[in-house]
């Protein structure tokens, strides 16, 4: 390169486009000779890898519209001579006036313009010639948008070769179309079921008693709530049908990621905790009595206008037949039931006709809150197999079970419509 000031540099060749295209508006061009020497001592560089090469064509391309014909003749002409295959004649930087405007524009949507850092810019000199011309590579991002933004006010022409070439038009990415509602509900259902899988593989229980592991989100699988939305997408046929499915999949989603947040929680079962109060926050239920159930921690927490008022261990439901996950309301207050088996006797989940003297409904299907009189154990790993110390078969196998006395406190202090969130 030549020492000159005014010569080409790789590392502002935007800049002096745009100082040759003032020149040449204001009539003085001297400098242009030695941005094309210095371009021709680039090209007579024998071991020049092809690459250099390429982007130097591209160079001498966005150049040229702007170089007067005696600097352009400056390559052309057949006496300048060359290392043996440079010849100008068959390079294609120097065939500007036959060059297709569908060539150029693959030029001007290589990138936008990039500034290097103060730091990085070095003096020409025969002893950066090499670094310069791999600055050139790095340059190809120069000739964009912004160029023709820069040179449109000054008469430039625009990128292209030859009369009527034009700028392409920037393509615009089609918007995708909106999703059905039936689309959106299979999607949703099928995120849930992704992370419900992903969670419990990493996050099981071990019962000593039969030696086997157990998920410990196996409330929300196909067994509890997952079966339930499935069931709820195979039915449904209207634009309501399918907005049900979205707004139960998320609370079921909402009540999942209440729980894997729950399990990193070391806070006391009967103390209140985050994941409660974040739970009530997101459904609303600051005021008046909430009934909390840690299907983690196997435990009743009843909050009153925000505050916990009691705690009390359970069990909740089965391994295969769990209570259901989500946000819930009491629909009926009842004394002195008896419960019967909805399954045929000889059937795992039947149960003999068993007197309870408190049962609140929550959920058609046998959903129940209700004392359990014949359990003598109650917390975590009770809802296994094998931790029901009485031996007896367990009985409403889908509900929430309380000791009599803890039972009696639940149903004196809670009336119809009392919100109940599972997690």
Known sequence: MHPQADGFRAETVDEQIEQLVLARRDQHAPSEVSVVQDLRDLYEQGDT??????????????????????AQTMFSA?????????????????????????QMEEVHTVGRPMALPPHERRHSSRHTLFFSVMAAVVLLGLFSWIMVAQLAPHGSSKLGSGPGSTTPTPTVPATPAPQSLQDQARQLVS????????????????????????????????????????????QAKSSADYQSVIDSTQIELTNLHAMEANYRDSTPWNQAHHADTDLMSQYKFNSDTVIIVSLLEQSVRVYQNGHLVKAFQVT??????????????????QTNVTLKSSVPQGSPDWFPPTPVHYVLTFHSGGYLICDSWWRTSYGPGTEFPGHNSSGTTAVAPVSVNLATPNMAWLYKNTQVNTPVVIY
Request: hydrophobic fraction near 25%; charge should be negative.
């Open 191 to 234: 995120q849930f079921h992704q992370e419900v899988m992903t969670w419990g593989n990493t996050h099981q229980y071990h019962d000593s008693y039969d030696g086997k592991n157990y998920t410990l989100d196996y409330a929300y699988g196909q067994k509890g709530s997952g079966g339930v939305l499935d069931g709820m997408l195979s």
């Open 78 to 102: 057949p006496e300048v001579g060359m290392p043996s295959g440079n010849q100008p004649g068959a390079h294609p930087a120097f065939t500007l006036l036959s060059q297709s405007s569908e």
């Open 316 to 333: 909740t439901g089965g391994y295969d037949t769990p209570a259901l996950p989500g946000s819930w309301q009491l629909l009926s207050h």
């Open 49 to 70: 890898p092809e690459q250099v090469r390429r982007s130097l064509d591209t160079i001498w391309s966005r150049l040229a519209d702007h170089l007067s014909p005696e």
